[in-house]
T-cell receptor, first 115, second 111 residues
Framework: EAGVAQSPRYKIIEKRQSVAFWCNPI?????LYWYQQILGQGPKLLIQ????????DSQLPKDRFSAERLKGVDSTLKIQPAKLEDSAVYLC?????????????FGPGTRLTVT | RKEVEQDPGPFNVPEGATVAFNCTYS??????FFWYRQDCRKEPKLLMS???SGNEDGRFTAQLNRASQYISLLIRDSKLSDSATYLC????????????FGAGTRLFVKA
């Protein structure tokens, strides 16, 4: 079974530039998550989708971050404009459904460096 | 107060030692609980779910105390390969089952 795919794996941009990340979840998984993981910290949930609807985006900095999940499959996360503090690993995860004891499967992440 | 708090690390233990990690959560609406493992520069992977009755998987034992809002992970007979960061994870029972990760506890097992 193919895992969660993410691209690019690495990205270096200057502050105030824009960047986009792509995620393809495991086939059939209804729930998709985007996390931000800053070095030395645990992953912080940015946004959670159930199919193509947003379930939680309370920690998404909406003035600069946006995300969509068209057709309930692939998802993109965009940052515009980037700030130095956005340097982090952006992890995408998916699960069959939300809640219960369902495991979240993570992609390899995109390591973003903002200079 | 953080929603999920873990023991500060790092833990440095010799091979064969028993080590225990603790985690507390603040939201009483929390519904399901997990321990994930994250190797250096890798993505988190599920280690084990945590059930109310406690559960064991080989050398690993997880316990949940809902009254005290406390989760624990015990590793017996530590191996070098157990060196990693252990993340405590809580799913809320409301708001779409929002997931909250702790900051993680680093474990170093030495020969």
């Amino acid at each position: 079974e193919a895992g969660v795919a993410q691209s690019p794996r690495y990205k270096i941009i200057e502050k105030r530039q824009s960047v986009a990340f792509w995620c393809n979840p495991i086939s059939g998984h209804a729930t998709l998550y985007w996390y931000q993981q800053i070095l030395g910290q645990g992953p912080k949930l940015l946004i959670q989708f159930q199919n193509n609807g947003v379930v939680d985006d309370s920690q998404l900095p909406k003035d600069r971050f946006s995300a969509e999940r068209l057709k309930g499959v692939d998802s993109t996360l965009k940052i515009q404009p980037a700030k130095l503090e956005d340097s982090a690993v952006y992890l995408c995860a998916s699960s069959l459904v939300a809640g219960g004891q369902y495991e979240q499967y993570f992609g390899p992440g995109t390591r973003l460096t903002v200079t | 107060r953080k929603e999920v708090e873990q023991d500060p690390g790092p833990f440095n233990v010799p091979e064969g030692a028993t080590v225990a990690f603790n985690c507390t959560y603040s939201n009483s609406a929390s519904q399901s609980f997990f321990w994930y493992r994250q190797d250096c520069r890798k993505e988190p992977k599920l280690l084990m779910s945590v059930y109310s009755s406690g559960n064991e998987d080989g050398r690993f034992t997880a316990q949940l105390n809902r009254a005290s809002q406390y989760i624990s992970l015990l590793i017996r007979d530590s191996k070098l390969s157990d060196s990693a960061t252990y993340l405590c994870v809580v799913n809320l029972g409301t708001g779409g089952f929002k997931t909250i990760f702790g900051a993680g506890t680093r474990l170093f097992v030495k020969a």
